[in-house]
């Protein structure tokens, strides 16, 4: 696997590849790796002859600073992750490679961007459409791969690649779970082993709330996850939307959508941990 880390050598490695008819997947990351973006990395390197892994810890998607200086960041152990799992090259660029001047454009699109994440953090998904964009404007790859967990970034990226046309396609793959249910994240490295069984209340009411629902409404479904939420130690619910899967905005009634999910993001700590799971698909 190569390591690369500037945007000439990359394109100059990946024109060669192209010269030989390769086809080429990207798997966009912020590193921090775990099996979650194994998967994503083992999917890219089933369905494409070359598949590129980036790790860049983007500033511009980060509305907290303190969030962007304590993300992990473990290159090291990222790159023997991705050797293991077949990449042929991780792209590790600096920040001045990305952006050699501030990037001022403006992404808008609403109203997938306005609600949940968009609302809890402004600018966030403007910066992971300057970043994505950059991507695949540096990599022109013939698929990308995006992880489920991240399901408004997902709809999002879609409508980007939609509106914008770029030629490829987007893949969005299921969220990976510890055995117990947690779902991964590279936040997870944050929490004390008090706060990693204090967070397995966030999968574990997200379970018991799809049972629950098959005899309960949308409003009885949304209090019992936040009541749930509530009564747990140590976590702080931010939000609890049920969704419809396509547009993100809010059912009312089971009935409003064929394609229903239940979004949640909830502090454990100071640690921001998000999570979804399907009701109807
Ligand atoms: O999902 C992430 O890790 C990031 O938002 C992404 C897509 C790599 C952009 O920085």
Redesign the pocket.
């Known amino acids: 696997m190569k390591v690369i880390h500037t945007v000439a050598a990359l394109q100059a490695e990946l024109s060669a590849r192209r010269a030989e008819g390769k086809s080429v997947g990207l798997v ?3 590193g921090a790796l775990h099996a979650g973006h194994a998967s994503l990395v083992d999917r890219s390197v089933k369905e494409n002859d070359v598949t590129v892994v ?1 790790v ?1 810890v ?1 500033p511009t ?1 980060f509305n907290d600073p303190n969030d962007l200086q304590k993300y992990p960041r473990t290159l090291e152990a990222d790159c023997a992750l991705l050797e293991q799992h077949g990449a042929a090259i991780a792209f590790a660029p600096s920040v001045e490679e990305v952006y050699p001047e501030p990037d001022t454009r403006q992404f808008s699109y609403a109203p997938l961007d306005t609600v949940m994440e968009g609302k809890y953090r402004p600018g966030h998904f403007n910066g ?1 459409c300057q ?2 964009s950059k991507l695949f404007d540096m990599v022109k790859p013939d698929r990308a791969y ?2 489920e967990k ?1 399901f408004q ?1 997902l709809a999002i990226v879609r409508e980007m690649v939609r509106q914008m046309h770029f030629p490829l396609e987007i893949k969005g793959c299921p969220i990976v779970r510890e055995a117990d249910g947690l779902a991964l994240s590279s936040r997870n490295k944050r929490l004390t082993p008090e706060q990693r069984t204090e967070a397995l209340q966030i999968s574990q009411t997200l379970f018991a709330s799809v049972e629950y629902a098959k005899t309960h409404t949308v409003p009885e479904t949304k209090q019992f996850v936040e009541d749930r939420i509530a009564a747990a130690p140590g976590l702080r619910l931010e939000y609890f939307s049920l969704v419809d899967g396509n547009t993100l905005q809010d059912v009312s009634a089971w009935d409003d959508s064929a394609y229903i999910v239940g979004c949640i993001t909830v502090f454990c700590g100071e640690v921001r941990l998000i999570d979804n799971i399907k009701y109807k698909e």
Do not use: I, R, Y
Request: glycine letters at 8%.
């Open positions: 966009p990351t912020m980036s860049f983007n998607q992971v970043v994505v995006f992880g991240d970034q």
